[in-house]
């Protein structure tokens, strides 16, 4: 009897040991590229160790990006061990000498799997194989894990990634844990313990419609966001055609206030000058990437127009207007009712413009006001924002 308590005893606390994610990872939103959006199943070591080189060469890798993400279609079958196996035609040295290349340009490594029996693109799934892959990813150096949500039959979600987080913590190396379950069984409820970022959507597509429609559905969320668990609505668009440039500037400046992850997904070998510029806007990463986590909240729907205003440490504050509408809008704006907005995570503290430089984003140059002047008229294109940051006097 005694050595059944203490049996049971040893499981359980064996299980405890290894039922949790790793939490020192992602304490800001992950960046990085992955193939999908461009790509799609069209991925090999050759096109993984270009953009490496390609993230490193444009400046990307300086402005923050770190993670390359090979997305789906790496993987062909199993052997008769249950190895999950690569493709050798497309990937002819294997993983360990892709992500030690990798590593070698001082960037991360990631790869796609899928909770499912088959991942969507119908190559083998994780399920059934967890700890067996975990291992393999440790072995190989994998450092960010998408698990996608395909052929996922009756399986519940909360346990199916549960099952994957164990394992990948008893494989004991540090990976980030992205979920790609689209958003149905509302993983912001559940996935804080799970995973450090959590898709909220089904994908982007490269349209305006597309990328903003994605964005609407963001706007109660901003609560189950912060350092280690964010939510993600997609890959970035940025640069591979399908919006004007203008859209693009939106589209970045949205994911930023959004604290979402910044994963690029156009081709960086071949970046226009537009498209670096705006992945590469070291003003909107800094806020994106501001220790608090803190993601926008909507202060002001008024149809087509908008105002997000993000939380920043040091009481600093970045606050976007959006133009959503097919018009070029001219709006008056209060800069101290946007600096004093408040939402449920800040304080009563009194602000005082005086304290406070305005700078826009875009421009790169602070605002010239008047003592006393807060109210400005700003011109606004059809689809564009407008992105301002206050940031305290010194
Ligand atoms: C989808 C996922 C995409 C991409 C694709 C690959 O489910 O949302 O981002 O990973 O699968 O097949």
């Known amino acids: 009897m005694k050595k059944c308590i203490f049996l049971s005893l ?13 939490e020192q990872l992602a304490k800001t939103p992950p960046m990085g590229w992955n193939s999908w959006n461009k790509f799609g199943c069209n991925v090999s070591e050759k096109l993984l160790m270009e953009i490496a080189d390609a993230m490193v060469s444009s400046g990307m890798k300086d402005a923050g990006y770190e993670y390359v993400v090979i997305d789906d279609c790496w993987q062909v079958d199993r052997d008769e061990n249950g190895e999950i196996v690569v493709d050798k035609d497309r990937f002819p040295n294997g993983m360990k000498y892709l992500a030690d290349y990798i590593h070698s340009k001082g960037l991360k490594f990631g790869i796609y799997s899928c909770a499912g029996t088959k991942t969507c693109q119908g190559r083998p799934g994780g399920r059934g194989y967890e700890f067996q892959d975990a291992r393999t990813y440790a072995r190989w150096g994998v450092d960010y894990l998408k698990y996608d949500w395909c052929n996922s039959s009756t399986q519940n979600p909360k346990a199916s990634y549960e099952i994957m987080r164990d394992a990948l913590y008893k494989a ?3 990976i980030v844990f ?3 379950e689209w958003g149905g069984s509302k993983p912001w409820e559940w996935a804080k ?13 490269d349209r305006w419609d ?19 668990h964010w939510n993600d609505p997609d890959m970035l668009e940025v640069g591979n055609g399908g919006m004007s440039a203008e859209e693009y500037k939106t589209h970045f400046s949205l994911w930023c206030m959004l604290a979402s992850p910044l994963m690029a997904g156009n081709d960086l070998r071949k970046m226009d000058d537009a498209t670096l510029q705006i992945l590469t806007n070291k003003d909107l990463i800094a806020i994106n990437q ?26 600093e504050k ?12 001219t709006v008056e704006v209060n800069l101290l009712t946007l600096l004093k907005a408040n939402n449920s995570y800040w304080s009563t503290d009194p602000y005082v413009m005086k304290n406070y430089v305005v700078r826009d984003l875009w421009e790169h140059q602070n605002l010239k006001l008047k003592a006393d002047e807060y109210i400005i008229k700003v011109t606004m294109p059809p689809h564009s924002v407008k992105v301002y940051q206050f940031i305290k006097n010194q």
């Open 178 to 180: 992205s979920l790609c």
């Open 290 to 315: 501001d220790s608090l986590g803190i993601q926008a909240f909507c202060m002001r729907d008024n149809g087509d127009y908008e105002i997000w205003v993000k939380p920043l440490n040091n009481k």
């Open 318 to 329: 970045a606050v976007c207007l959006l133009n959503k509408g097919d018009e070029t809008k």
């Open 172 to 174: 004991g190396r540090p």
């Open 193 to 205: 313990n799970v995973g450090h970022l959590w898709r909220t959507t089904g994908d982007i597509v």
């Open 210 to 228: 597309a990328m903003i429609g994605i964005f609407d559905l963001q706007k109660d969320l901003a609560k189950y966001a912060g350092p280690g």
């Open 10 to 22: 040893v499981l359980f606390l064996g299980h405890l040991s290894f039922a949790q994610k790793f």
